[in-house]
């Protein structure tokens, strides 16, 4: 199985808004609503930010909200703050009831 | 709340089998997916595979024939074999809850193979 697509890296300057793209193909995220969102900060395990496409799980800041359009999901972060400078990665599931992650992108918050 | 912990040895020889276990805590491991993942270093996530808590498990297929994951529900705790190991299975080895969407994550632990 591939690993999804995500850009390497991705920047804004605190307020701004920006989107993180998550591409596969039409036998995981363009066939499931089972795509997940991870934050992960330098030395820390990931942490859960959005599943199924647009769920945000208790805690989360509503800041932090997920779309999906065809074979692509999208993660969006407003009103960016200096915490938010992480690794993000999407993951998905599969036809073959697998699961896949994306590369990772790294968000640098100007 | 569920909490996670991963244990086991941190330095493992090449070709032989890396063994690690993680601890549930905090609520019960029936009912639930449980899943490992790793993490090479400086590079990104890699989904090794699932257990139900009845036993039945899934594996990445780029794996599969060197991995083993399993259950031990009177124990709260679930396990990870890998064998025939060479470098490229260096990583931090995390366990999480769920199958396709994973929290909690446990903190990780370094696995490094090497003679």
């Known amino acids: 199985q591939s690993a999804l697509t995500q850009p390497a890296s991705v920047s804004g300057s605190p307020g701004q808004s920006i989107t993180i793209s998550c591409t596969g193909t039409s036998s995981d995220v363009g066939g499931y609503k089972y795509v997940s969102w991870y934050q992960q900060h330098p030395g820390k395990a990931p942490k859960l930010m959005i599943y199924?496409?647009?769920n945000r799980p208790s805690g989360v800041s509503n800041r932090f909200s997920g779309s999906k359009s065809g074979n692509t999901a999208s993660l969006t972060i407003s009103g960016l703050q200096a915490e938010d400078e992480a690794d993000y990665y999407c993951s998905s599931y599969t036809s073959s009831t697998t699961l896949v992650f994306g590369g990772g992108t790294k968000l640098t918050v100007l | 709340q569920v909490q996670l912990q991963e244990s086991g040895p941190g330095l493992v020889k090449p070709s032989e089998t890396l063994s690690l276990t993680c601890t549930v805590s905090?609520?019960?491991?029936?009912?639930?997916?449980w899943t490992w993942i790793r993490q090479p270093p400086g590079k990104g996530l890699e989904w090794i595979g699932y257990i139900y808590y009845s036993g039945s498990a899934n594996y990445n297929p780029s794996l599969k024939s060197r991995v083993t994951i399993s259950v031990d529900t009177s124990k709260s705790q679930f396990s990870l074999k890998l064998s025939s190991v060479t470098a490229a299975d260096t990583a931090v080895y995390y366990c999480a809850k769920g199958g396709n969407r994973f929290d909690p994550w446990g903190q990780g632990t370094l696995v490094s193979v090497s003679s």
């Open positions: 905090g609520g019960s491991i029936s009912s639930y997916y």
């Open positions: 199924d496409v647009s």
